[in-house]
């Protein structure tokens, strides 16, 4: 779920710069440092040589990790993954690349997730390298409407 869900919805956001790129980049350094501390002793190898790329010290001699007490909410990152494997399964079914761009899509989710879901919209618009996203009320989470941009060249 970090690498497939996690990591795919926030790298876009930290490329950008500003102060949302740095806020995504410290949460991406925060993540990958307590999932390489919980990592170590099953892991200590992989784990020593990632922690090195971007700390000092050994892992195995760090803190363990503890709650910040950082306010969020999972259930965002639950509907935002539910949504973009609905992206990603329609490229897949209209036999695209990931890669390739969507000029608009339309996701319907029930009342109770529609705000959890406006609040991933600008990262699912990245991540799925979508033009114009429309998200409104509908039984279920679905992608109901995808139109994949013209192909350029």
């Given at each position: 779920?970090?690498?497939?869900?996690?990591?795919?919805?926030?790298?876009?956001?930290?490329?950008?710069?500003g102060a949302a790129g740095a806020s995504a980049a410290v949460a991406l350094r925060t993540a990958l440092s307590t999932l390489l501390r919980l990592l170590a002793?099953?892991?200590?190898?992989?784990?020593?040589?990632?922690?090195?790329?971007?700390?000092e010290g050994s892992v195995h001699t760090a803190a363990w990790p503890v709650s910040s007490g950082?306010?969020?909410?999972p259930a965002v990152l639950e509907i935002a993954s539910?949504?973009?494997?609905?992206?990603?399964?329609a490229k897949t079914e209209a036999?695209?690349?990931?890669?390739?761009?969507?000029?608009?899509?339309?996701?319907?989710?029930?009342?109770?997730?529609?705000?959890?879901?406006?609040?991933?919209?600008?990262?699912?618009?990245?991540?799925?390298?979508?033009e114009e996203l429309t998200i409104v009320e509908?039984?279920?989470l679905e992608i109901t409407?995808?139109?994949?941009?013209?192909a350029e060249g």
């Open positions: 779920t970090f690498c497939d869900d996690y990591l795919e919805l926030v790298k876009e956001r930290a490329y950008e710069g002793p099953v892991i200590s190898f992989a784990t020593e040589e990632a922690w090195s790329w971007f700390q950082a306010a969020g909410d539910q949504a973009l494997i609905g992206v990603r399964r036999k695209a690349s990931q890669r390739t761009p969507v000029a608009s899509a339309t996701i319907t989710a029930p009342g109770s997730q529609l705000a959890l879901l406006q609040l991933a919209a600008a990262d699912l618009k990245a991540v799925g390298r979508i509908g039984a279920e409407e995808i139109e994949l941009a013209p």
